[in-house]
C-alpha cells in the first residue's frame, strides 16, 4: 500500500495518491496544481485511474479539470454534491465564499476554476476501482460528503479530523449530522485504523475517541 499526501492549496489541503497495489493510484482531493500532482504519479510510476472528491468545496476539487486533461481520468463525488461540480456550481461557491467573509471571498476571486461535472456519483456501499475502498456517506459539512474506507484507512475529507471535526456553517452544512455521521459510521471502525483527514496531520480512530474533544463534550 502507498499513501503518499500532498498539502495543496490555499488552505492546505491534502491530497492523496493512493495505491493499494502499487500499479493503480487514486487521487483523492486535488486541490491544487494539477501539474505537481501528476509528476508524482508519474515519479511513482504508478497509472492513475480515477480522482475521487470527499465532498464539493473548491479547496478540494481545484485541480479537477486540469488533472481530468492530464492523466484522462474520470471524476467521482458523492451523489448529493454533484452540484458543486460543473457549469452551474459558480453560484453555490460564492455563497459559501461569503459565508466564510472577506478572505473567503478573495480566495474565491483568486483561485476559482470550474470543476468538469462528475464522470460518477457515489453512494454509500459503492467500491472504488481499483482502489479497494468503499464509500462510506458522511454527511454534515455537505449534503454528500463521503469517507472511504478499506484495508485499516480511512480518507474522512472535512468531517474528521486530529482533534477537531468538520464546519457546519456552509451551504448544506448540519451539525447534527456530522456528528452522527462520525459515531454511526467512522468511530464504529476498527480502532487501528488510520484516519487520513482532508486537513492537518493523520490519527487513528482509537485516538479520536479518546482524545477528540468535539466527541467528547460533556
Do not use: W
Not at 48 to 75: E, Q, S, W
Not at 146 to 174: E, K
Amino acid at each position: 500500500m502507498i499513501i503518499e499526501t500532498l498539502q495543496l492549496g490555499p488552505v492546505a489541503t491534502n491530497c492523496y495518491i493512493y495505491s493499494p497495489d502499487g500499479v493503480h493510484a487514486i487521487i483523492v482531493d486535488p486541490a491544487d496544481d494539477a501539474q505537481t500532482i501528476a509528476g508524482h504519479v508519474a515519479a511513482m510510476e504508478l497509472t492513475a485511474v480515477g480522482i475521487v472528491n470527499t465532498h464539493g468545496h473548491l479547496d478540494h476539487t481545484g485541480a479537477n479539470a486540469a488533472l481530468k486533461i492530464l492523466l484522462g481520468i474520470p471524476i467521482a463525488i458523492g451523489a448529493a454534491d454533484a452540484p458543486y461540480l460543473g457549469s452551474g456550481a459558480e453560484p453555490l461557491h460564492r455563497q459559501d465564499a461569503l459565508t466564510v467573509g472577506p478572505e473567503g471571498v478573495a480566495l474565491f476571486q483568486q483561485f476559482y476554476v470550474p470543476s468538469p461535472p462528475a464522470d460518477a456519483l457515489l453512494r454509500e456501499g459503492d467500491e472504488i476501482p481499483y482502489g479497494r475502498l468503499k464509500v462510506v456517506a458522511t454527511p454534515g459539512h455537505t449534503p454528500g460528503s463521503i469517507s472511504l474506507v478499506g484495508d485499516g484507512v480511512a480518507f474522512t475529507g472535512d468531517a474528521l479530523f486530529a482533534g477537531a471535526v468538520g464546519r457546519t456553517d456552509l451551504c448544506g452544512g448540519d451539525e447534527a449530522a456530522l456528528l452522527a455521521s462520525i459515531r454511526d459510521k467512522l468511530l464504529t471502525l476498527p480502532g487501528a485504523t488510520r484516519v487520513f483527514p482532508g486537513h492537518g496531520p493523520p490519527t487513528t480512530i482509537a485516538d479520536e475517541k479518546l482524545h477528540n474533544p468535539f466527541l467528547n463534550a460533556g
